[in-house]
């Protein structure tokens, strides 16, 4: 059975870092397109980051340089590295794998 679980969101200070995970279940991260996305209430979900095959990354506008995806095939997780966050990065953060959703960790970050 297909599955991911995300872990790692939590509360942090304007200006902090947190490393989220996404440990797969049922499939390999190594071929698929592993993404992570966000959603705040009222707003629809919003693509953050994608690691490809390959290990080709592209990453949203709004990332700025601050967030690093990437995978483990051995641990078949995959990761989001989130630095200097600003309270606009507080969100539900999901991790999909163009197939499947997780169940979303919150990231809270305050001014």
């Known amino acids: 059975q297909l599955q991911l679980v995300e872990a790692g969101g939590g509360w942090v200070q304007s200006g902090g870092s947190l490393r989220l995970s996404c440990q797969a279940s049922g499939f390999t991260v190594s071929i698929y397109i592993m993404s992570w996305y966000r959603q705040t209430p009222g707003k629809e979900r919003e693509l953050v980051a994608s690691?490809?095959?390959?290990?080709?990354?592209v990453y949203a506008d709004f990332v700025e340089g601050r967030f690093t995806i990437s995978r483990d095939n051995v641990k078949n997780t995959a990761y989001l590295q989130m630095n200097i966050l600003i309270p606009e990065d507080s969100a539900v953060y999901y991790c999909?794998?163009?197939?499947?959703w997780g169940q979303g960790t919150q990231v809270t970050v305050s001014s």
């Open positions: 690691i490809y095959r390959s290990g080709n990354t």
């Open positions: 999909n794998n163009g197939l499947n």
